[in-house]
Nanobody, 128 residues
Framework: QVQLVESGGGLVQAGGSLRLSCKTS????????VGWFRQAPGKERECLGA????????YYADFAKGRFTFARDNAKDTVYLQMNSLKPEDTAVYSC?????????????????????WGQGGQVTVAS
């Protein structure tokens, strides 16, 4: 069983930045990928993208390119989501997820039902 714990969410002014962290409960295997999702009130969950654990390969959804960046620190078993130039419409619950079979690619956006492990999510609120 893999546990994922997000942290770093909160309230930020429009135009500001936040960095979310996703820490795993134990060292993930080399083939594991970690993805980031968000869900705004009244909207469907959407995938920002994913990053491989060891190969530093990334997949970004089109809307996430440019303002969102994934990174990982293997020594800390932690994956990061850096969010810049935040807008009020970025307000959502942000979650990380992990899977051993899905590579960083479009299935993270189209088949999130296949993702094995999910964090509890953290609120990000962008004030105008």
């Amino acid at each position: 069983q893999v546990q994922l714990v997000e942290s770093g969410g909160g309230l930020v002014q429009a135009g500001g930045s936040l960095r979310l962290s996703c820490k795993t409960s134990r060292r993930t295997f080399d083939m594991w990928t970690v993805g980031w999702f968000r869900q705004a009130p009244g909207k469907e969950r959407e995938c920002l993208g994913a990053i491989s654990w060891s190969r530093n390969t990334t997949y970004y959804a089109d809307f996430a390119k440019g303002r969102f960046t994934f990174a990982r620190d293997n020594a800390k078993d932690t994956v990061y989501l850096q969010m810049n130039s935040l807008k009020p419409e970025d307000t959502a619950v942000y979650s990380c997820a992990a899977d051993a079979a899905l590579l960083p690619s479009t299935p993270w956006a189209t088949r999130s039902d296949l993702v094995s492990y999910w964090g509890q999510g953290g609120q990000v609120t962008v004030a105008s």
